[in-house]
């Protein structure tokens, strides 16, 4: 297990405006829905419901919310999400992958397909880039739930593959099928964690100038906004310099 990852893996711009939090939490609610429709309806019977409500919790989802994204899944009017990704290639030769869920796949595929071609970007087969990623868990502490070395033994202790700590907190990774046992025994010792979640993570990331940073940016943050859409991840790298101008 390595004490410190080789790269800072960038999926989205930080500190997003407080204008958008609406469509944040319409997407949380989207996945506790879709998540409630797997099983029972109760957190505490339901993995992926238990993860789905700890993540909105996480980004201050009103509980009204919460129970209404719950309640909506055993509705007979519910509707029926698909999960589908979408991968291509942004600028400078970057990697994407789009994970959505959709009511309708034709508008989201027809969607996805023109911000990537107005981005100067193209959309690949399915396949074409995620085999240069890897699918894993990962799982987010607050700085405030102890230093490097005791999240470091949690994480070992739990059976987690990789930890990254800084001054904003610890993000340990685990195995995609291993998410549920390990955040369970990182629960056990240090509370609950901001998030669980799977991700996408690049293998390798390509380093960018500022100017295929911004096009990138603004294709990212292009497809973050569309209803559907609800993870981008990227293997593009920017330096610190350039991204304290990007988030200017």
């Known amino acids: 297990m390595a004490g410190h990852s080789q790269f800072k893996n960038i999926m989205h711009r930080k500190g997003k405006q407080d204008g958008i939090r609406s469509k944040m939490f319409s997407k949380l609610a989207r996945e506790i829905t879709v998540a409630a429709k797997t099983g029972l309806p109760d957190p505490t019977m339901n993995a992926a419901l238990r993860l ?23 509705g007979a009017d519910a509707e029926t999400y698909d999960a589908i990704r ?18 309708n796949r034709n508008r989201t ?7 990537f071609s107005k981005a100067g970007g193209a959309l690949g087969e399915t396949g074409s880039v995620s085999f240069s990623f890897d699918h894993v868990g990962e799982i987010t502490y607050k700085a405030s739930v102890g230093d490097a070395d005791k999240v470091m ?19 340990i990774y685990c195995a995609f099928e291993d998410m549920n046992e390990v955040s369970k025994a990182l629960e056990a010792v240090l509370g609950e964690a901001t ?54």
């Open 52 to 74: 789905a409500v700890q993540n909105a919790k996480a980004q201050s989802m009103p509980k009204d919310n919460i129970d209404r994204a719950i309640k909506k899944a055993s």
């Open 86 to 103: 979408y991968e291509g290639y942004g600028p400078g030769g970057t990697a994407i992958i789009v994970e959505a869920l959709t009511d």
């Open 109 to 115: 595929a027809s969607s996805v397909r023109s911000i």
């Open 153 to 171: 033994e949690a994480a070992i202790e739990a059976g987690a593959e990789d930890v990254v700590s800084d001054e904003e907190g610890h993000t």
């Open 195 to 248: 998030s669980v979640k799977a991700i996408w993570k690049p293998q390798n990331t390509i380093e960018v100038d500022e100017e295929k940073a911004t096009s990138l940016m603004k294709l990212i943050d292009t497809l973050e906004d569309d209803d559907d859409v609800q993870n981008v991840y990227s293997n593009f790298e920017v330096s610190d310099e350039v991204m304290a101008k990007l988030s200017a």
